[in-house]
């Protein structure tokens, strides 16, 4: 039995590694990717490195291609494409949301604080965050969802040079950011200068961004180093690589014909969340494949399955309709967005679904709530600027 760790070499990791990079280049090209910080860059290095393990490992067989074909012709055809012209939410409907979220995150997070303690001073944070949100569940959702928004928020004020507000949002943020408990948190605040960046032009120079990315890449090494000790390396290879156990796994073992699923499984957890069933019908693709090729039996724990893989479990012999599926809805939601808000609450939809759809419809739920008081917010702004017309 092949265990990918083992089965990649190191020509074939670097291999992977530099065909992505040159890859995301071309999506820089054509400008569906706009700078090293997009939100979507990581969904997109794994898609291409799991592709360049697969064919440097003699598993991409010929649904293999045409799946990889077929999702990045769409999301190059329709990068163009939106729902709705225009913005559908202004930027000062969007901070009036945060502004409600800061204040319920505040409230929610001290009483995390004092029932639970600092997440990050536990001797075992990684541990810690396991049961850190047991019972306080809707405090985990609120956390994600005002992450995000605040560190938008503290963008915009750093912007208009309010570097006062803005320095404290963004130590706010950081906060949030570290309460999820995983020690490399604060990266995710890169991917908020991206969807910043995606509809600003801040001028930043070359040297700056050089500078800027080898202090992300000196981090996350540091991060990998305070983690593995002396096997820091080790850590940050197997991390790597496992960014394509699950199709690997799938391909390797010829699960093709054990793992079948209907098209409503990418739903199922969202129907269950919804109350539109009683309880799950599937056990995820990760820990299926787990169990089919390590006879291991865990149904909590799993790789990620990917597009290529769901495509087939799904869709059989008409595999193919999947990555167009899920191509066009990634690529029309990113440039239907239309602030940077927008791009990153909606990348907790797009952003997981060609890598896990299940996690991805399970977020459906919160953005139907952010929908709904963003909704709420709007209708009361314009009710206050026809009273104020009103009044002139």
């Known amino acids: ?19 992505s990079v040159f890859s995301l280049f071309l999506l820089y090209l054509i400008r569906f ?3 090293t910080f997009d939100p979507a860059i990581v969904t997109l290095f794994q898609i291409t490195f799991t592709f360049f393990i697969l064919v440097g490992s003699g598993l991409a067989y010929a649904e293999v291609w045409i799946s990889y074909v077929v999702f990045f012709v769409t999301i190059v055809f329709f990068r163009k494409v939106s729902i709705v012209s225009g913005t559908l939410f202004t930027i000062k409907e969007w901070q009036m ?22 997440i990050l001073f536990h001797p075992n944070p990684s541990e810690a965050k396991l049961v850190y949100y ?42 949030l950011l570290i309460s999820s408990g995983a020690k490399s948190g604060l990266i995710s605040m890169v991917f908020f200068v991206g969807a910043f960046y995606h509809f600003y032009d801040i001028k930043i120079s070359r040297t700056k961004i050089f500078l800027l990315g080898l202090a992300v890449l000196t981090s996350v090494l540091s991060l990998f180093y305070w983690i593995y000790k002396d096997r820091f390396l080790e850590g ?20 093709q014909d054990r793992l079948n699923y209907s098209p409503d499984y990418a739903l199922d957890q969202f129907l269950v969340s919804v109350r539109l069933r009683s309880e799950l019908r599937y056990i995820s693709l990760g820990p299926a494949i787990n169990r089919e090729y390590f006879h291991h039996k865990d149904e909590l724990t799993g790789p990620n399955p990917q597009f290529s893989v769901e ?12 990555p167009f599926i899920i191509g066009m809805t990634f690529a029309v939601l990113r440039r239907t967005a239309a602030t940077p808000f927008a791009l990153i609450i909606l990348s907790l939809f797009f952003n997981p679904l060609p890598i896990d759809s299940q996690y991805a419809f399970s977020n459906i739920v919160t953005l139907l709530v952010l929908l709904s008081l963003i909704s709420f917010v709007k209708f009361f702004s314009v009710k206050i600027k026809r009273a104020e017309t009103l009044e002139t």
């Open 311 to 322: 495509a087939q479990a799904m869709f059989g012999t008409l595999f193919f309709l999947y």
């Open 97 to 118: 949301l945060t502004t409600i979220f800061i204040v319920i995150s505040i409230f929610t997070n001290v009483i995390l604080v004092y029932k639970k303690g600092f």
């Open 134 to 175: 047991q019972g306080f569940g809707i405090f985990k959702r609120i956390n994600e969802i005002a992450a995000p928004l605040c560190g938008v928020a503290a963008l915009y004020l750093l912007y208009e040079k309010r570097l006062g507000r803005g320095i404290l949002l963004l130590l706010y943020t950081s906060f």
């Open 33 to 35: 990717i706009r700078s």
């Open 236 to 255: 940050f290879y197997n991390r790597m690589v496992a960014f394509a156990d699950g199709p690997y796994y799938y391909y390797a073992g010829n699960l």
């Open 1 to 19: 039995m092949k265990v990918i760790f083992e089965e990649v070499s190191d020509a074939l990791f670097l291999t992977a590694i530099f065909g």
